[in-house]
């Protein structure tokens, strides 16, 4: 890969008109703005989520129409570079100002220099040609999604000063790099029951902790440009949610990670399973509130707290048992010699073969106790429920009926908002898929020609 040495772009573009009202709330210039005291930004209005969006004249650039630069055998012209930028600001409901118009135009140069990646990979699959259907089908989803019939959208779009051929194409790309990394990295990206048992065990291990529905956006330094540039644009960017760019819009259009195709949505987030820096954060934002840039290695996090909870409070159980009958009053020695018996036959049992083995030998009882709230568990059995692991069989349990051997055959939390085994393994699924094509992404670029011309 090699790009001209000094080039800047940003000396090709001027904002040449903006509307007063844009002129009226763009903030000061990142010099003459205090440093951000604290972890919060400010306070976001969640309707500006489900608001319409804003429509307007198109802003107007100034920029030449000749190459901007080339990716192998292709070029990017001043027209392309333009037409990206009025997408990304109409998706994001950004206002151009003169402080963010450089992170949009790099937001936008990276955005078309891949799309020419990916074209080019594409175009190798005869089987990847995207019908116009498939297109039409897309856009028309957006259109639901920002709650306008497909026409409007795509008025909505011109009244913009979009042009709707290239954008057609950006979306015909964008569908067939989704077909191509899913049928590349199908096997590769398959999830094994292990392992959804192995994250639902986690979810249910953590039920008990402070969690967090988090917004992220996250900007790869090496992407825009350095961490002075991240830092920037993620200033810029806080700024704009503040004053009422949607953040779901924002991350979609500006996020490098793999939430960003769910608008930046990652999920209740448990304490302790994510980055230091960002714990901190997360332990002092209140619901509502959009943080500051945060810097990690490697780029910068903007976190918006959705809403907050101590933990799930419902625990739910599988369990099965064998026990030996015996009345609250027996002596000592009945107790014992139960124990004894139950203890001897511990060992060859599992969740598979318990109850078969109190079925076959005279004096035990097996019974399947089904999935319940461990709080409904008699006091005796809770402290197995809790704490044993799945799989596993307890030692002798005396209780009013008897003496019971428990084994502890699933565990998950309750409630609503508990997640299924399915849930989990297609997010986990959706996560690998992301990775592999970031990687895909990132070795055909590293093998690319890329000149960016003065």
Sequence with gaps: ??????????????????????????????????????????????AAEEAPQRTGPAPQFRMSDGIIATVNDRIITGFDLRQRMLV????????????????????????????????AEIAKFEQLKIPDQEVDAEIADMARQAGASAPNFIAFLEQGGISIAPFREQIRTEIGWRELVGGRFRDRARV????????????????????????????EAARVGGMQEAMGGAQQLVQQMIQGAPFMAVARQFSAAPSAARGGDAGWVVQGTVQPALQSVMDTLEP???????????????????????????????????????????????????TQRLEALRGQLTCDNILTRARSEQGLMGADLGESDVADLLPQFQQVARSAEVGTISTAVRT???????????????????????????????????????????????DALIEIKE
């Design 88 to 119: 990304i600001m109409a998706m994001s409901q950004l206002q151009p100002t003169e402080e963010n118009i450089a992170a949009i135009q790099q937001q936008a140069l990276n955005d078309l220099i891949e799309q020419h990646l990916q074209a």
């Design 288 to 338: 509502g509130q959009l943080s500051n840039p945060i810097p990690v290695e490697g780029g910068v996090y903007i976190l918006y707290m959705r809403d907050k909870r101590s933990g799930a409070s419902t625990s739910m159980v599988q369990m099965k048992q064998v026990m030996i009958e015996l009345p609250e009053n027996a002596d000592a020695a009945q107790v014992t010699a139960a």
């Design 192 to 219: 094994t029951k292990g392992q959804v048992d192995q994250a639902m065990r986690q979810i249910t291990e953590s039920a008990t902790k402070p969690q967090y529905l988090i917004g992220e956006i996250y900007l």
């Design 1 to 46: 890969m090699r790009y001209s040495t000094g080039a800047a772009l940003a000396a090709l573009m001027v904002v040449a008109a903006v509307e007063p009202s844009m002129a009226q709330t763009a903030p000061a210039p990142a010099a003459q703005q205090p440093a951000p005291k604290g972890s919060a930004a400010g306070a976001l209005n969640p």
């Design 400 to 446: 009013p009926l008897g003496v019971h051997l428990l084994a502890v055959c699933g565990r998950r939390l309750g409630g609503p908002e508990a997640p299924s085994a399915q849930q989990v393994e297609s997010r986990l699924q959706n996560q690998n898929y992301a990775m592999l094509g970031r990687r895909y992404l990132r070795d055909l670029r590293a």
